[in-house]
């Protein structure tokens, strides 16, 4: 029998495809138990395109995205380079083509949206792909799309851009761009004309740019418009097919300008039919519902109350007397509003018990008192025993955003208004909540999570679905019925698609967004268990970050502040929750896990980040390294929803640490049986195969060794350079396995040590950290305790 072919540690197992410049194959990884698929460059090929090929490798194994099929490895061994992939299961979007020829229009736009966000991740870290087309989309066991094959990607070169090299043309002709089939420089602009030419072919079931010559393809891209042909489907409509043509022009100047750009019209067209555009004027069913309001004595007292307080604060002859007067005619508003006054957040500004609404006002201004006394007339007026705890669940989720949203305005003069436009951001699903709970109750049953894990419709469209409009419409129509100002109008309107990715100097375009975030967190919040919020919470403020001027560090804070005075304003407010509520969540620190055992001085950030900062590359890594970091913690998660493999969430744990923050190896030590000993179990990395067994921390009192005592106290530590403390380590930690500077992080479980991770690098001071990537290893090493409480372990 002949041996079976290795490569490197992997053994090839069978030939998956083979072209031109490289063969794929599946092969078995024996360091992490599992099948991957390795491309192999053709023997004879020049050394420059190599290390061409292994230079671009590398920067692309850098991206994370759940659409993109990553790059593990990209190494030459013996003379024969090659990259490993993972390996999907499943076909192409050549194969699905082959069997169904054309797909249905809302079918083919799906599976593109998928495929453009994955170039948009891509753009963003100055990735190129150059060679997209059908046979490099795979379709896993679900059907969801994957883009593979980046291996003639290449980095954006601005400079290059308009150099032209005829000589050296990349891609696949058929699916070139004009551009690229004059051998111009790598841009964006490519990717987004192939992917157009793909939507065309999904919807056509003909190739649109086919000749068996294909030097006559590469001449007819560069001279002729291409067109959709004619024929197809009813399904696709003349605006599908303008956007479609629109991604089709020779010029790039007259292209889609980006891919997001692209994405962003192919999801308007999907959803006009489940949000229809209704304003009060023109919606039958906004007056329906304003006037079934109307016929419960709590809506027009609630809508008198609110518009009179509009009126005295926006009014610039009324007194503080008048406001007074007008707060005092309600003796219950009166008594919570001075409750509220005198809780920690607000005395400080009297310098004493504040006894009289006068001196409320005068301390707090209008402004403040204008937003304390909407948020009570709300609450006061929208109380229900039929369902009280989900309205108090759904207010406090308004107050949590309101304040998020204030505490994050770096204009203190915008502050309270903030803090307006993110409270009324939802009224709609507000008032949905109390006046109709079942239509409510329906809503929430479509954005159930289906079998792909994604809800069956928005909430936007969701909620037209039931009520016959949007939640948002339905919160602009009454907000107009009680004459709320434009600028509040205008937050109501929630953005959509990314965050722009520079700071949005225009006011109320950043109220809008300010308030589009601050409840996406607090939504989060409400709606994540608390071992997960924190890492989301961190991906969504970078997400925001440089839109709203505000670093993640800053969100941070801005957050537990926002709940230390949520805390404070419900309790004046009377607002109480039973223990099992899911709204305690919203009063709970903001912390990376409940399991955490980091003391605050073990280990520390070792580098701080601002907006002055100078240190850009530094800077970039640490972003990419979060990114990384929060997209595995996301992809553990959701393994370990369903039936999961300890030992496969753990290797996850590993990968994703040891990928995102270039560690040399990467090692798991567990608690044998007798509970006296770690041992090191698995790894990544160079020679973890036999390193890791050298491993044995010896634990009990008579252990004085550094390991030891890390994993008795628990205490997470980084050692910058072993030198230092060359006297404490024990005497296995030598030879090949020592490092010059490792980081720590034991798993404890009841005070007891059940496990350690061991991460290291070459080099003294090597292990550059900032406080979110602190933040995102702890969340991963409570990850890895709560898999092994779910395996019973």
Avoid at 87 to 100: H, K, P, Q, S
Avoid at 416 to 435: I, N, P, S, V
Avoid at 650 to 663: D, H, N, P, Q, V
């Amino acid at each position: 029998m002949d041996p079976v072919p290795t490569l490197g540690r992997f053994r090839l197992l069978r030939r998956l495809g083979e072209g031109a410049q490289a063969t794929v194959w599946l092969a078995h990884d024996p360091l992490l138990d599992r099948e991957v698929a390795i491309k192999v460059l053709q023997p004879g090929t020049e050394l420059g395109s190599v290390d061409e090929w292994l230079h671009e490798a590398r920067a692309v194994s850098r991206l994370n995205h759940p659409h993109i099929v990553p790059v593990f490895e990209a190494d030459t061994q013996n003379g024969q380079s090659y990259l490993v992939f993972e390996y999907v299961e499943g076909g192409t979007l050549a194969d699905r083509l082959r069997d169904r020829s054309r797909l249905p229009a809302r079918e083919a736009v799906g599976l593109l949206l998928a495929v453009l966000d994955a170039l948009t991740a891509a753009h963003a870290a100055g990735i190129v792909h150059r060679d997209l087309k059908p046979t490099n989309i795979l379709l896993d066991t679900r059907g969801r799309p994957r883009v593979m094959d980046f291996g003639i990607a290449a980095r954006v070169s601005a400079s290059a851009a308009l150099v032209a090299n005829p000589e050296r043309i990349v891609g696949t002709p058929g699916y070139l761009s004009p551009e690229a089939a004059e051998g111009r420089a790598p841009h964006p602009s490519m990717d987004v004309f192939a992917a157009a030419v793909l939507l065309a072919e999904m919807l056509s079931g003909t190739r649109l740019n086919h000749d068996p010559d294909p030097w006559r393809a590469v001449r007819r891209v560069r001279e002729q418009d291409l067109q959709l042909p004619h024929g197809l489907n009813p399904d696709v409509d003349d605006t599908l097919r303008a956007i479609v043509q629109r991604g089709l022009a020779r010029d790039p100047q007259q292209r889609w300008p980006s891919a997001r750009a692209f994405h962003d019209a192919l999801l308007a067209w999907l959803r006009p039919a489940e949000v229809p555009n209704a304003t009060s004027a023109e919606a039958p069913v906004l007056d329906f519902l304003l006037r079934r309001m109307r016929h419960r004595s709590d809506f027009p007292a609630m809508s008198e109350a609110i518009g009179r307080i509009q009126r005295l604060t926006q009014s610039d002859t009324e007194s503080l007397a008048n406001l007074s007067n007008e707060i005092l005619k309600d003796v219950a508003l009166t008594q919570k509003l001075l409750r509220l006054v005198n809780t920690v957040g607000f005395r400080h500004a009297g310098g004493g018990t504040i006894s009289t609404v006068s001196r409320a006002v005068a301390l707090i201004g209008f402004a403040g008192i204008r937003n304390l006394a909407l948020s009570l007339v709300l609450l006061e007026r929208m109380e229900n025993k039929g369902h009280a705890q989900r309205l108090r669940e759904e207010f406090l989720r308004c107050l949590m955003a309101g304040s998020l949203a204030r505490e994050l305005c770096h204009d203190p003069g915008a502050g309270e208004e903030a803090f307006l436009c993110a409270l009324f951001h939802h009224l709609g699903r507000m008032l949905t909540e109390f006046y109709f709970p079942e239509e409510a109750e329906a809503v929430r049953r479509y954005l159930q999570p289906s079998e792909s894990g994604a809800p069956t419709l928005s909430e936007a469209a969701a909620s037209a679905k039931v009520l016959g409009m949007s939640y948002e419409q339905l919160g602009l129509g009454v907000a107009r019925e009680w004459g709320l100002p434009e600028s509040l109008q205008n937050a109501m309107h929630r953005p959509v698609g990314e965050a722009p990715g520079r700071l949005i100097e225009n006011t109320a375009e950043r109220q809008r967004w300010l308030a589009r975030a601050a409840n996406d967190v607090a939504d989060l919040i409400l709606h994540t268990p608390p071992a997960e919020v924190h890492a989301r919470v961190v991906a969504l403020a970078q997400r925001h970050a440089r839109a709203l001027g505000v670093g993640a560090d800053e969100f941070d804070a801005a957050a537990d502040r926002a709940r230390q005075r949520l805390a404070q304003m419900s309790e004046a407010m009377q607002i109480l929750l039973p223990r099992d509520s899911v709204a305690q969540r919203l009063l709970a620190p903001l912390t990376a896990a409940p399991q955490d055992s980091l003391a605050p001085h073990q280990l520390q950030a070792t580098i701080k980040l601002d907006r002055t900062q100078t240190l850009v590359s530094e800077r970039d890594d640490l972003e990419s390294a979060t990114q990384m970091l929060a997209a595995g913690i996301q992809d553990i998660t959701d393994a370990m929803v369903e039936q999961f493999q300890l030992n496969a969430v753990l290797r996850m744990i590993l990968e994703t640490i040891y990928r995102a923050l270039r560690f040399r190896r990467v090692i798991f030590c567990l608690r044998d049986s007798r509970g006296q000993t770690l041992t090191g179990r698995l790894g990544v990395g160079e020679g973890v195969e036999r390193l890791a067994p050298q491993m044995r921390i010896e634990l009990g009192p008579q252990a004085r060794d550094l390991f030891a005592a890390v994993c008795m106290k628990g205490a997470d530590t980084c050692i910058e350079d072993v030198n230092t403390i060359a006297n404490r380590l024990p005497a296995w930690y030598a030879g090949e396995l020592r490092g010059s500077s490792f980081l720590l992080l034991p798993l404890m479980v009841k005070g007891a040590p059940l496990g350690l991770i061991y991460a290291d690098k070459v080099s003294t001071n090597g292990i550059e950290l900032g406080e979110k990537e602190l933040s995102l290893l702890r969340t991963l090493r409570n990850q890895a305790v709560m898999a092994f409480r779910q395996a019973g372990g």
